[in-house]
Nanobody
C-alpha cells in the first residue's frame, strides 16, 4: 500500500546539524499529514514535528532548532536539525495519516503508516 523509507541518520557532535529524509513509495492519499517521531532508549515514542494542510507543528523541545519540509510533489519529507543536543539522540521515524483522520499529528496513535526508522546519535 504505502511504504516509507527514512535516511540520513548518523553520528554527530553536540551543536552540529543533520538533515533527515523520508521517501514515500506507493499511491498515497490526496491530502495527508506527514510527521517525524523519535524514540530514545528507555523512553516512549514522541512526536517531533508534523506538516499538513493546516500548517506545521513542533515539539516544544525542538522549536527554533528543527525545521520540517516536503518537496513539491510531497513524496519526500525532510527534517533539518540544528544545534543538536544529546537528548535528541534516538531512532527517528516518519509516518503518514490521511487528512481528517487525526486531531493531533504529533500523536503516534493516529498514524497509519510507519517507516523502519533511522538512527541519530549525538555525542557530547
Amino acid at each position: 500500500e504505502v511504504r516509507l523509507v527514512e535516511s540520513g541518520g548518523k553520528l554527530v557532535q553536540a551543536g552540529g546539524s543533520l538533515r533527515l529524509s523520508c521517501t514515500i513509495f506507493g499511491d498515497t492519499f490526496v491530502d495527508y499529514a506527514i510527521a517525524w517521531f523519535r524514540q530514545a532508549p528507555g523512553k516512549e515514542r514522541e512526536g517531533v514535528s508534523c506538516i499538513s494542510t493546516s500548517g506545521v507543528d513542533y515539539a516544544e523541545s525542538v522549536k527554533g532548532r528543527f525545521t520540517i519540509a516536503t518537496d513539491d510533489a510531497q513524496k519526500t519529507l525532510f527534517l533539518e536539525m540544528n544545534n543538536l543536543k544529546p537528548e535528541d539522540a534516538g531512532v527517528y521515524y516518519c509516518s503518514v495519516v490521511p487528512e481528517g483522520d487525526y486531531n493531533d499529528c504529533l500523536e503516534a496513535d493516529y498514524m497509519d503508516y510507519w517507516g523502519k526508522g533511522t538512527t541519530v546519535t549525538v555525542s557530547s
